[in-house]
């Protein structure tokens, strides 16, 4: 199933290299999407996009901010995670502004807060409800777009980005209160990518993760990573699709390249009930601590082949500054797993408060010196001086100190030992206090704040401590309402508690145990038990890791993001209810029992009785071992990493699939799908019944990136789901290799390769033992009919005694098909010029290349044709309606990538136009697609006595009849 993609591949791109580091990022993707026009660039909630798509959405975008946004002024994107905002990004680049990524769910008074300081001067969002909150900022008028008026703007034709052109802003967290922004110029960005396919090398092959919000810092690998390199970008939203969606796509799309932070993974693993990421060749974590204890749960959770792949950097150093691959027989020796060894170009060294560089083994602040760190940041001249400093010694090169405290191993690996400042990492997200406790002084009541980290079994909540203005008496509640109404969610306290005093030490400063003994304290604090079923609660406290009150509001509870996914999935686990839109701030854990409903697939089945037996079959998929291809589980893929074509097969019994998969060997793909046997109390279905649910499995297998060549069977009562499912592919541009039914016979005409098996002691199925010559009337009926004995009888053929002879048969008929008979339609590509090389006798030389994934068969074998036709006065330069001139077997195989170049006469002028058109068909009928680019037509100069007519009225057909 992982062998072939969705379209035949096109020759890619050359490697991303140094270079290209030269040229703009634009550059770099332009050559991507013209190498792999027809690839596609990324999957979204809306389905695929080829990389031409998102060129020309690109471009769009791109004219759009070159129009309304002044040169060297940003344009902030306020985008859900979707095409929209990466061909927005690329727009940006393309124009050579830089774009400001800001998070649609984020607060509107800290969005508003960002873009007053940013200066954007365009906002383009989704929708008017995104846009109109903050349409009104401080820092002068910001214009407004909505994506769907981009799709109607012309393409942009003249790129402004250089190398030297800022590429984006992206805004932390501030330790004077107020967000600060990272810029970075599009040589940087580059550098990063290229560090980061230097070392994961992503290709065209690969499926690359996205769970990032575009505005962190985080999803510039992933982003660029994959279109940069040729990859598919699968894009998720974790907070509005949930972990079950973003598990189920993970598996469905094939994801082999997954990136996650360390939280993230946990409660994938925690919601998973097999792996995380079947067919996962790497996974790369960063961006807050890597527990041993999470190397181990990966190690459990992953295919064994998949590398891990982490380490370390920060927005300002512009990517990671240590890194490694770690081994599989590495055994970590601490709590967390070391962040690697040093990157090239990232020099890193260990320094004293005074800046001296520390012994070796000793503790030091990490200061990271390269001529690729951030550019500094955006509208701060003050704080870029003080914060990037220049290394004299190298022109070029600066200096960063990111506040991580490490230590150097005797192995030459860093461990990682925290922060050198108040500084916390939550979800990777960088943390300063400071930006909460400005937010908390500013409310009405408050007269100090401060925020006190708890950190415990690798996750880390805020805890907010509030001492009032002499005589007032604030609510804690109210002020983390205030805070969660303002602040982006990773700076949402935990809770709030209000002290009469904040207890400080003999010098006046905090008294921070005291503070820690407070937190604690509250953990162990008793909450009132109410009468809900003990089951649910526990779930809660389960996720929560604390005693849960019942009716305290989930603001009051401190439940994260994360945790709220991880309880949502759980729920409907193991209760069966949904959540779904029910876990609201001001919602407590008894109105949301209350307002649960069944989940899905789990209540009362839909009235029709078409939706009746998708549910049962659905049940009945359940306990398959197989990979679900959609939501219900109604199709399931064994042997997911085979890489030969694979077998569609439709059984009656799930065991038959489990017994099959096993016997045809892991290198084997097989979608198996089950038929309604048994499902009506044992009559057998009726032609409506097993249509509507043939068609359902169509719907998804069409879904699916299948390869462009399949093999479809199945056995008794299978058959004529085999038979719907065989023919749709075929009519949607799939080849069918062979249709193999067992046991049955279909008395319907059909136009491709069959292969009929029949149990050798099977005295009531096989006709061998009712006709002397049973196949001498499948002639009237198939095109290419052939038959096989397979040991056993009816009911058996998956017994562990004969189910190896059906296995040896499908895979020797899969043998003989996998590269024979009509290519699929979506196959039908070429790329064809033609050149004049001898004039007197009208002599060219027609040049073929293969862009598709398979292979072109000799012209004896396959009937594959060039075609040359003379073109009559007025005829386009496609083809006429009629017989060509001239037919010239392909004389050699061509396979994917190749060129063939084949010299010809010309057929005779008939008409007189010296012009003649090229094509390239399949036994006459299957005529290929010109690729863009090719110049299929070929003019001859005139030759002395040449008549050549008078240009023909306009308005006359050229489509004469031979």
């Given at each position: ?531 809900l079923r003990a089951d649910y609660l526990s779930r809660w406290e389960k996720i929560l890791k604390r005693p849960v009150d019942p009716d305290a509001t989930l603001e009051a509870l401190g439940a994260d993001s994360l945790e709220l996914l991880e309880l949502e999935l759980l729920l409907e686990r193991d209760l069966k209810i949904s959540v779904r839109g029910l876990l609201l701030p001001q919602a407590t854990p008894r109105r949301i029992w209350a307002a649960a409903g069944p989940a899905s697939g789990q209540g009362v089945p839909d009235a029709h009785p078409a939706a009746d037996r998708l549910h049962a079959l659905a049940a009945l998929m359940a306990p398959s071992p197989g990979i679900p291809l ?333």
């Open positions: 199933m992982s062998g072939a993609p969705e379209t035949p591949p096109e020759l890619g791109p050359a490697a991303l290299g140094p270079a290209d580091l030269a040229r703009p990022l634009w550059h770099r993707f332009a050559r991507v999407a013209a190498a792999l026009p027809t690839h596609p660039a990324l999957l979204d909630a809306d389905g695929a996009l080829s990389y031409a798509g998102l060129l020309s959405l690109a471009l769009r975008y791109g004219g759009v901010i070159a129009a309304r946004v002044p040169a060297g002024a940003p344009v902030a994107l306020c985008l859900r995670t979707s095409r929209h905002v990466v061909a927005a990004m690329l727009g940006a680049l393309f124009a050579g502004r830089p774009y400001v990524p800001l998070d649609p769910g984020y607060p509107a008074d800290h969005l508003r807060r960002i873009l007053g300081h940013s200066a954007a001067r365009l906002l383009i969002g989704d929708s008017s409800d995104d846009l109109a909150p903050l349409a009104v900022q401080a820092g002068g008028p910001c214009e407004t777009v909505r994506a769907a008026e981009v799709l109607q703007a012309p393409i942009a034709v003249r790129g402004e980005g250089r190398p030297e052109s800022p590429a984006y802003v992206i805004y932390t967290s501030g330790s004077t209160g107020a967000p600060k922004g990272v810029w970075q110029d599009q040589r940087g960005l580059l550098h990063d990518i290229l560090q980061y396919t230097q070392m994961v090398h992503p290709g065209r092959d690969d499926r690359h993760s996205l769970l990032y919000s575009p505005c962190v810092n985080g999803a510039l690998r992933d982003i660029f990573g994959a279109i940069l390199n040729g990859a598919t970008l699968c894009m998720s939203d974790l907070r509005s699709e949930g972990l079950h969606k973003v598990l189920h796509d993970l598996a469905a799309r094939r994801v082999t390249i997954l990136h996650a932070m360390p939280p993230v993974l946990r409660s994938l693993i925690r919601g998973a009930e097999g792996p995380i990421c079947p067919e996962a060749r790497l996974l790369y974590t960063a961006g807050d601590r890597f527990l041993t204890q999470d190397l181990q749960a990966l190690r459990a959770n992953l295919p064994a082949a998949c590398e891990i792949y982490t380490g370390i950097g920060s927005t300002e150093c512009a990517t990671l500054y240590r890194q490694w691959i770690v081994p599989r027989d590495f055994t970590a020796d601490s709590e967390l797993v070391p962040v690697g060894y040093p990157v090239e170009a990232r020099e890193m060294r260990l320094v004293d408060a005074q800046g001296a560089e520390v012994a070796a083994g000793e503790i030091g602040q990490i200061r990271v010196t390269s001529p690729h760190v951030a550019r500094g940041y955006w509208n701060d001249a003050a704080l870029t001086q003080s914060c990037f400093v220049e290394d004299p010694a190298r022109p070029g090169w600066r200096s960063f100190q990111p506040g991580d405290l490490g230590r150097l191993r005797p192995d030459g690996l860093l461990d990682f030992l925290g922060r050198a400042d108040r500084q916390i990492k939550i979800r990777g997200f960088r943390i300063e206090p400071a930006e909460i406790e400005a937010a908390l002084r500013r409310m009405a009541g408050v007269a100090e704040a401060v925020i006190v980290p708890r950190t415990e079994a690798g996750r880390t909540r805020l805890i907010a401590f509030v001492e009032p203005d002499a005589g007032a008496q604030p609510e804690a509640g109210a002020l983390r309402r205030s805070l969660c109404s303002s602040l982006p969610p990773q700076l949402h306290p935990e809770r709030v508690v209000v002290l009469e005093r904040l207890p400080r030490l003999g010098n006046f400063k905090l008294d921070v145990k005291a503070l820690q003994a407070l937190t604690e304290a509250a953990d162990t604090d008793p909450v009132p038990r109410a009468g959609d939501p219900d589980g109604l199709v399931r893929l064994h042997n997911h990493g085979g890489q030969r074509m694979p077998l569609l097969w439709c059984v009656n019994q799930v065991s038959e699939a489990t017994a099959l998969a096993r016997a045809l060997g892991p290198d084997q793909p097989l979608l198996a799908m089950r038929s309604l046997a048994g499902l009506d109390g044992g009559a057998p279905p009726t032609p409506g019944a097993a249509r509507q649910v043939a068609e359902r499995y169509i719907q998804i297998l069409l879904a699916r990136d299948l390869p462009l060549r399949v093999a479809v069977g199945g056995n008794c009562q299978a058959a004529p789901f085999a038979f719907q499912i065989a023919t749709a592919l075929s009519l949607e541009g799939y080849a069918v290799a062979s249709l193999i039914l067992l046991e049955r016979m279909l008395p319907v005409p059909y136009g491709g390769r069959m292969l009929m098996l029949f149990g050798r002691d099977s005295r009531t199925h096989n006709p061998a033992f009712q006709f002397a010559d049973p196949t001498a009337a499948w002639g009237s009926y198939l095109r290419d009919g052939h038959c096989a004995i397979i040991e056993g009888s009816h009911g058996d053929f998956f017994a562990p005694g004969n189910v190896a002879s059906l296995a040896g048969a499908l895979r020797a008929e899969i043998d003989a098909t996998a590269a024979t008979g009509l290519l699929p339609a979506r196959a039908r590509r070429a790329e064809l010029s033609a050149q004049l090389v001898s004039e007197p006798d009208r002599r060219v030389c027609i040049r073929l290349r293969n862009p598709t994934g398979i292979a072109f068969e000799a012209g004896a074998d396959s009937h594959i044709a060039l075609a040359i036709h003379a073109l009559d006065i007025g005829e386009a330069d496609t083809r006429p309606l009629r017989v060509p001139d001239r037919m010239i077997p392909l004389p050699a195989r061509l396979a994917p990538g190749e060129t063939l170049e084949v010299s010809a006469p010309l057929p005779a002028d008939r008409f007189g136009t010296g012009r003649y058109l090229i094509g390239l068909c399949e036994e006459g009928v299957g005529w290929f697609t010109p690729q863009a680019g090719a110049d299929p037509v070929i003019e001859v100069p005139a030759q002395p006595g040449d008549r050549r007519p008078p240009p023909r009225p306009a308005g006359r057909g050229g489509h004469d009849t031979a």
